[in-house]
């Protein structure tokens, strides 16, 4: 599957943005989805992550309560819906996709068999 990701932006502390992830393939809705990021000079963080059906999502700590994950299996794309941003949150957002057979650990970024190229984010201050 190939992913795609767009969205970034350069937004205002306290500003909100989406972030889209189109997949490629007919088996999307077969794939667990994941958002990361990387800041510079910082390893790879999660952000969030939602299983293959949608009922099930999780998130980082430092998104907790700001940001939504959700996804859309017929048009192929999962989402970030990012509020309340701060300047910390600046960071390139990968999205990834993870496939049958699925892993549990979904903070973890070797459960992830595909990456997008990364969209950036800049939240001024």
Same mark, same amino acid.
């Given at each position: ?7 970034? $932006? ?30 510079? $000079? ?11 059906? $949608? ?71």
């Amino acid at each position: 599957v190939q992913l795609q990701a767009s969205g970034g $932006g350069l937004v205002q502390a306290g500003g909100s943005l989406r972030l889209s992830c189109a997949a490629s393939g007919r088996t999307f809705s077969s794939y667990d989805m994941g958002w990361f990021r990387q800041a510079p $000079g910082k390893e790879r963080e999660f952000v969030a992550a939602i299983s293959w059906s $949608g009922v099930s999502t999780y998130y980082g700590d430092s998104v907790k309560g700001r940001f939504t994950i959700s996804r859309e299996n017929a048009k192929n794309t999962v989402y970030l819906q990012m509020h309340s941003l701060k300047p910390e949150d600046t960071a390139v957002y990968y999205c990834a996709a993870d496939g049958p057979p699925r892993g549990s650990s979904w903070r973890a970024s070797w459960k992830y068999d595909y990456w997008g190229q990364g969209t950036l984010v800049t939240v001024s201050s």
